[in-house]
């Protein structure tokens, strides 16, 4: 069976992250993986430390790859560097190769990459993720492509077909991004040279587990719904059980102070412990730093504009969960609190196709929300028994005030649907309901 062939691109600044997604990917792959390290300023020190793996996996292979210096100059800054744009020379340098996949150093590979490398392209050019749908269109400056950013972080390339095509003429697109980058630096930086080339027409959409970073919160935002191409079951498993994880932003060999640290950075020490840049004494006193971060979260009450931030959406993928077989069950279904928490929950189980029957809220009763009109919670009194009841409210002491009047009302606890009990014991191992007496009521 042929090796996987990848290709990274880094300097010294992140050599550590990119040894560690080196050494996620030869551990989770069961087959060969030949790397293949562009660059034109590593360190010797550095160097050697990373070519280190080939001693440790023998399923490694590492080919260094040194890229003139005068590569790209004219277009590299302090925020974006040379070792950005090499990518686009896979095709010259990997001349006996139909194809390659690109990661960038701040990614992590936490299942065997064999089934994404073995992605079939035809005659497609890449296999990319996008992230929204927009216009097809920009000013006389930008040119006309499909989605308005490709995440760069996990690209597949047919390189046989870019060579074919030569697609990627590297005067030509220095020469447009020297044009575009005064006016849209952010544009560059999201898109780089794939946006020039690629559109909907002449890729393959990547399946959000192969390239897992977004924030939950774009997901429930509503104004977002209209650009989602993805669907929420490729979502979740995304971030419960991603191929690749792309630490996009803050990077986990720096610790933030963000409450994301217990989701998603952890699992990025597991696998520096495995790397050549493991050093138990440095190591300890990161992890022990990494742990004092937890333990003061774990020690102050939960911030809610955080648990909404990073966490609800998990709680809420549970409570469809339950929400069906309710359904199933022949019950009614109810959302009490039609505020920002009700919206994006009932935009969620639409998605999901599941049926809310029942919209109700102290306050806005009479009001109309995705067509079903609000009602006083007063409708829920004649149906304890055929109905659940999602409740929807992020205010602690709102939330022990409807849960109460519920249970008043006849609800059994078991037909009462806690958006936020699970993932708190997750994140910070506290639940929702051992949380409250954290917060002043």
């Known amino acids: ?31 060969d993986c030949h790397i293949h390290i562009f660059e034109n300023s590593l360190s010797r020190d550095i160097l050697n430390k990373v070519i280190k793996i080939e001693d440790m996996y023998p399923n490694g292979k590492i080919t260094v790859h040194h890229i003139p210096d005068e590569k790209f100059a004219e277009i590299a800054d302090h925020r974006f ?13 990997l001349y006996d190769l139909d194809k390659v996949l690109v990661l960038e150093p701040d990614t992590l590979i936490c299942r065997d990459i064999s089934e994404l490398h ?38 597949l390339y047919n390189l046989k077909i870019i060579r074919e095509k030569n697609l990627f003429d590297t005067y030509k697109i220095t020469e447009a991004v020297k044009i575009m980058k005064p006016h849209y630096n952010e544009w560059i930086a999201n898109e780089s040279y794939q946006s020039l080339i690629f559109n909907s027409g002449n890729v393959i959409l990547l399946e959000q587990k192969y390239n897992s970073y977004m924030l939950i919160e774009r997901y429930l935002s509503p104004r977002l719904h209209r650009y989602f191409y993805f669907n929420f ?91 069906r077989e309710f359904s199933a069950a022949g019950k009614k279904i109810a959302i009490y609190g039609a505020g920002l928490e009700g919206f994006r929950f009932s935009r969620l189980v639409r998605c999901m196709n599941v049926t809310i029957d029942i919209f109700c ?8 929300i995705d067509g079903i009109t ?37 609800y059994p606890e078991k037909h009462l649907l806690i958006l936020r009990e699970h993932l708190s014991n997750f994140v910070n191992c506290r639940k929702w309901s051992d949380m409250m007496s954290s917060f002043k009521l």
């Not at 560097?81 to 340098?93: N, R």
């Not at 809220?361 to 109309?368: A, Q, R, T």
């Not at 609000?374 to 005030?401: N, R």
């Open 1 to 31: 069976m042929k090796p996987i062939e990848v290709v990274y691109s880094f300097n010294d600044n992140y050599a550590e992250l990119a040894a560690v997604s080196m050494t996620s990917l030869v551990y989770n792959t069961k087959r």
């Open 361 to 368: 809220d102290s306050y806005k009763s009479g009001d109309n």
């Open 233 to 323: 079951d490729e979502m979740y498993e995304a971030f419960n059980n991603p191929v690749v994880i792309h630490y996009v932003g803050k990077k986990p060999n720096v610790i933030p102070n963000n409450f994301m640290i217990d989701f998603r950075f952890a699992k990025w020490y597991d696998y520096l412990s495995l790397s050549p840049f493991s050093s138990s004494e440095n190591d300890a006193e990161r992890l022990e730093k990494l742990q004092k971060h937890i333990t003061r979260f774990r020690d102050k009450p939960l911030k809610i504009d955080d648990y909404n931030k990073y966490c609800l959406l998990f709680d809420m993928m549970e409570a469809v969960e339950k929400l």
């Open 118 to 155: 073995d992605i079939e392209l035809v005659d497609r050019y890449a296999a990319v993720m996008s992230y929204y749908l927009t216009i097809d269109e920009f000013d006389n400056h930008k040119p006309c492509i499909g989605w308005s950013r490709f995440n760069g972080g996990v690209i």
């Open 81 to 93: 560097g040379k070792e950005t744009w090499y990518p686009m020379l896979a095709p010259e340098i």
């Open 374 to 410: 609000i009602e006083a919670p007063e409708v829920l009194e004649s149906l304890c028994d055929k109905c659940a009841v999602v409740i929807a409210i992020s205010k602690p002491e709102h939330f022990l005030e409807v849960q109460k009047k519920l249970i008043d009302m006849g």
